[in-house]
């Protein structure tokens, strides 16, 4: 027989059962279109997470005060003391360094935000004009703390959005212009973050008032650095790390009165993570595609049992076994192919359709998956019941009840 003749057999063999083969068809499509959507749905996740941590600075180093061995903590090297180490001349020696583009320093502290009735704890950053473009901040038309703010120690505060929200209400009242009290004196709202996850509930202020006028130090909390190139920022940190154990006149790393650390190792943390996650669902995925394989070889057997006689007939008249074989083979694949068309499809339209609610990409990764299965499905677990099928005597077949 000719493999058009084959194709024509097995169609019109799969259209005579229509309830049979679409039974067959919806068990694959039910089991893998679930697993592709959830895949994708993790997938877009990940990627989002991936992406919200590239964006809080994957080219950012931060120098905090403190031993990194706790055994030394509150116990001074040399003549440095943890908490007074990030100073003007320590910025400056930071800035120095190569490959360093931008140093912007930082205070912080936790305080009560008061607007009339309004009462709360906030996380309060006193920081240069730089620290927008380094913590990669996004303003409503771009007001942030300024170079003249700086310049003049104003109490000018910039409020994130929740903050604001809870205090003046969604749209009620301007909150731009109003005062609020921090514990240690009144500011004036100048701007707004809009809805930047990274800043939390922070309140913004210029760094020269606590340092000028509130507390009169001149130390700071932490320092933000970026360097040049995202790629090399593990080297960078190294780098940056045996310089500064220079400055400080410390020969053990272990012994540093500050700790150095950056985006990318928590971005790799991330990412491992996520690789985990994405493995543990690979293997529900092939769990659950083994049972759509054995549904389908179920359903091939079933066929066999019921198409006996038909067998039967068709060998009496001569059909070989590669006849049978070929027939049943060709039906198995006409029912995976098919599914695997309906699947792939039925999985774009419900990943767009929930694009608006969830984070979901469907990966080349995943077709590919999607067809090998029909391969398997095929070649595996269609060819015992197709095996089957052909080995029957046409004698036994004829009898067969």
């Not at 293997?283 to 049992?305: C, D, E």
């Not at 007939?313 to 006409?334: G, H, N, S, Y």
């Amino acid at each position: 027989m000719a493999l058009t003749e084959y194709f024509t057999s097995a169609i019109a063999a799969l259209w005579s059962n229509k309830l049979r083969s679409a039974l067959s068809m919806l068990g694959i499509i039910i089991w893998v279109f679930s697993i592709i959507t959830m895949l994708a749905i993790w997938e877009g996740t990940s990627s989002s997470i991936t992406d919200r941590f590239n964006s809080m600075g994957a080219n950012l180093i931060t120098v905090s005060p403190g031993w990194s061995n706790t055994s030394k903590v509150g116990w001074v090297q040399w003549w440095w003391s943890s908490s007074d180490l990030l100073d003007d001349g320590f910025i400056n020696f930071v800035a120095s360094i190569p490959w360093v583009k931008k140093v912007s320093p930082t205070v912080t502290t936790s305080k009560q935000f008061i607007y009339w009735t309004y009462n709360t704890n906030s996380s309060i950053v006193w920081v240069e004009s730089l620290y927008k473009d380094i913590k990669w901040i996004e303003l409503s038309n771009w007001r942030f703390i300024t170079d003249e703010d700086i310049k003049a120690n104003k109490k000018v505060a910039v409020v994130w959005y929740t903050i604001t929200t809870d205090a003046f209400g969604s749209g009620t009242i301007d909150p731009i212009g109003k005062e609020i009290k921090l514990e240690d004196g009144i500011y004036t709202v100048v701007w707004t973050l809009q809805d930047n996850s990274q800043a939390n509930r922070r309140i913004f202020l210029p760094i020269s008032t606590v340092m000028n006028k509130i507390i009169g130090t001149h130390y700071y909390s932490s320092i933000d650095i970026e360097v040049d190139d995202s790629t090399k920022t593990d080297f960078y940190q190294t780098y940056i790390t045996s310089e500064l154990l220079k400055y400080t006149k410390t020969k053990d790393s272990a012994d540093a009165p500050f700790s150095v650390s950056s985006m990318s190792e928590m971005l790799s943390s991330i990412t491992a993570v996520t690789g985990t996650m994405t493995m543990f669902l690979a293997w529900i995925a092939m769990i659950s595609l083994l049972v759509g394989w054995i549904w389908v070889m179920n359903i091939m057997l079933v066929s066999v049992t019921e198409r006996t006689r038909e067998i039967g007939i068709r060998k009496a008249i001569w059909a070989t076994k590669t006849d049978i074989l070929m027939q049943f083979l060709i039906e198995a694949l006409l029912i995976s192919v098919v599914a695997w068309w309906i699947w792939v499809a039925l999985s774009f339209v419900i990943v767009n359709a929930i694009k608006s609610l969830l984070t979901s990409v469907i990966t080349t990764n995943s077709i590919f998956m999607a067809f090998w299965s029909v391969v398997m499905i095929w070649i595996v677990f269609g060819i015992l019941p197709a095996r089957k099928a052909a080995r029957l005597k046409p004698i036994d077949a004829l009898r067969f009840e």
